[in-house]
């Protein structure tokens, strides 16, 4: 039986709760702090107890709480500031889609003069007066 002795006496060494710090999630610091904050004294003692915490920690958790929520009431409102780097490339980005659909309609325009050109050269030589100085057509 741990906890006696051979002489059914407590025995007085407390065994160790945990090897390390404990981390408590944002979601859970809430929780703690939400329900600290409606409790009396005696209340907010029995939390900490039952939650294994020191005052300390939680007076530290709503310093962090309250600076938090300065930082988001202080931030300016409506999208941040783009970075004058992201700005150029979103720039260039935009020159390059634009050159590239110039580059198409100009290859679309080359290629139907190409045709062009190739029906009137064939126009030309069928309509070409033969030997009899007759037109072929």
């Known amino acids: 039986m741990a906890g006696t002795n051979d002489h ?7 065994e160790a709760r945990s090897t390390g710090p404990r981390w408590y999630t944002a979601e859970c610091k809430a929780r703690i702090l939400a329900e600290y904050e409606t409790l009396d004294e005696r209340g907010k003692g029995a939390l900490l107890r039952r939650e294994g915490l020191y005052s300390s920690l939680s007076t530290a958790w709503r310093q962090q709480r309250d ?5 988001a009431l202080a931030a300016p409102a409506g999208r941040p500031k783009a970075d004058l780097r992201d700005r150029e490339i979103a720039k260039l980005k935009a020159g390059k889609a634009r050159l590239q659909a110039d580059l198409a309609k100009a290859r679309t325009v080359i290629e139907v003069q190409g045709k062009l ?3 009137l050269d064939q126009f ?6 033969n030997q009899d100085g007759e037109n072929t057509k």
């Open 8 to 14: 059914g006496t407590p025995d007085p060494q407390v």
């Open 67 to 71: 600076e938090g929520a300065q930082r």
């Open 117 to 119: 050109s190739a029906l």
């Open 124 to 129: 030309a030589t069928d309509s070409a007066p």
